[in-house]
């Protein structure tokens, strides 16, 4: 294969395991991350887009007002298993 031609790969900059979430960390304006957000949905990745050049003083608060949407959409979910269990 041609060393020029190999697929690329890449993966999120973090896994937060307790959360069940990635994070991308966006440090480019340049960069389109379009495409990746595409490929993490289509394989069912929660994911937190962080776009650290945007409003820098924000993206604490950006960060976990997603953390807390997803563990709030898990917390539902168990709760709806629990239900259907009992």
């Known amino acids: 294969m041609d060393e020029n031609k190999r697929p690329k790969a890449w993966d999120p900059d973090f896994y937060l395991v307790p959360f069940v979430v990635y ?22 990745y929660n994911f937190i887009f962080l776009h650290l050049y945007k ?15 997803f563990t709030s959409y898990r917390n539902s979910k168990l709760d709806e298993i629990i239900r259907v269990e009992n």
Request: hydrophobic share 25%; net charge positive; proline share 0%.
């Open 23 to 44: 994070i991308e960390v966006c440090g480019s304006k340049d960069f389109d991350y379009d495409y990746r957000r595409t490929i993490y949905k289509k394989n069912g």
């Open 55 to 69: 409003a820098s003083n924000k993206w604490k608060n950006h960060f976990l007002h997603y953390l807390k949407l």
